[in-house]
């Protein structure tokens, strides 16, 4: 892949990556709405999302279904979007290795998660100033569902900080040591030396 050196060129090829990472993105939205589906008819169905699994260390919090649903479709998704992202959206002719790329990726994904979770929970709670209200947004169908919506919006708000920092940071061209290094000249390579 030939990129051009010009500033043009550059904003076209993060116009082009920035389309292509919305591609996949959207797959990821269809794999985390999969797992969230499926996670949710196995409970019983969205109705039961607010479901809590466990106590946070003896505060008034409690980790929810609904949070469960979210981390489990973040990391399945997470995997698939990694893959595609590194094999067509940010493709290199050098780069690190998998595993090197990969938790960088995770990492950035996780914080964007745990974004993504107190954004949802603002959502789905009651209490929130944020809350999805009826009679819109309800459990009685899933077009309707309050859960779904939620996850949908939060992944759409997540987006844009994944692009920008995965850009940034995970898939960045390889690393300047990386590279084999070019013996470095005091002078300019437009110098001249006088020979004596």
Do not use: C
Request: charged share 15%; aromatic share 14%; proline share 5%.
């Amino acid at each position: 892949m030939t990129t051009s050196s010009s500033p043009t060129g550059g904003h076209r090829r993060n116009l082009v990556e920035f389309v292509k990472f919305g591609m996949v993105g959207g797959s990821g939205v269809l794999v985390n709405m999969l797992v969230a589906i499926v996670m949710n008819k196995a409970n019983g169905g969205p109705g039961n999302s607010q479901e809590i699994l466990f106590n946070l260390f003896g505060t008034q919090w409690n980790f929810r279904f609904t949070s469960l649903v979210w981390i489990v479709g973040f990391v399945v998704s997470n995997v698939t979007n990694f893959q595609l992202n590194r094999t067509w959206t940010f493709k290199r002719d050098q780069r690190r290795s998998w595993w090197a790329e990969f938790w960088p990726f995770f990492s950035v994904g996780a914080i964007a998660a745990l974004i993504g979770m107190f954004i949802k929970i603002a959502l789905t709670n009651p209490a929130s100033v944020f809350y999805l209200s009826a009679p819109f947004f309800h459990e009685m169908t899933g077009f309707h569902s309050r859960e779904y919506w939620a996850q949908i919006i939060t992944i759409v708000i997540t987006m844009p900080i994944n692009f920008i920092v995965n850009k940034l940071w995970t898939f960045r061209k390889v690393r300047h040591h990386d590279e084999p290094s070019e013996p470095a000249t005091p002078l300019g390579p437009r110098a001249k030396v006088k020979s004596s």
